[in-house]
């Protein structure tokens, strides 16, 4: 009896941990391996002023188009402000607001079991510091 418990506590962990990397593991069977890893910025990450370094590596390169690279900061394309080359893309971003700005960095490339191309999206929210209000005045 002790075996048949152990055995559907085994089934029963290994079936939760399946359902919850279930969109991981569909995206890795129509895609294969990510089209891009992004180093910098981490998602809800918190800066001091109005600037932000991105840097983008391209996983692999050969499947990946870059002339199809893609960075917006609030909805704008700010692209050109990145140098972008064969094995990625890296810059920094300004004009960044007080509060969250919202960055989506995006490709398209093959996927890696057959030639269908797949866009990889990702996004990353960074959020600026309010200036500190300091009264001067006495009344």
């Not at 129509?30 to 391209?58: C, I, K, T, W």
């Not at 866009?119 to 510091?129: G, K, L, Q, S």
Request: net charge negative; glycine share 8%; aromatic share 12%.
């Amino acid at each position: 009896m002790k075996r048949f418990a152990s055995l559907f506590a085994v089934i029963a962990v290994l079936t939760g941990a399946g359902w919850a990397f279930w969109p991981e593991f569909l995206r890795f069977a129509y895609v294969g391996p990510s089209l891009m890893r992004v180093e910098n910025p981490e998602d809800h990450s918190e800066v001091p002023v109005g600037a932000v370094d991105v840097q983008v590596d391209f996983t692999d390169r050969d499947r990946v188009a870059v002339e199809t690279f893609e960075c917006t900061l609030n909805g704008q394309d700010v692209t050109d402000s990145l140098t972008v080359g064969r094995n990625g893309a890296a810059g920094e971003i300004v004009g960044l607001r007080e509060g969250d700005n919202h960055i989506l960095v995006r490709v398209f490339g093959r996927s890696y079991w057959n030639d269908r191309f797949v866009d990889e999206v990702r996004t990353f929210t960074v959020r600026v510091r309010a200036a500190p209000f300091i009264d001067l005045a006495r009344s």
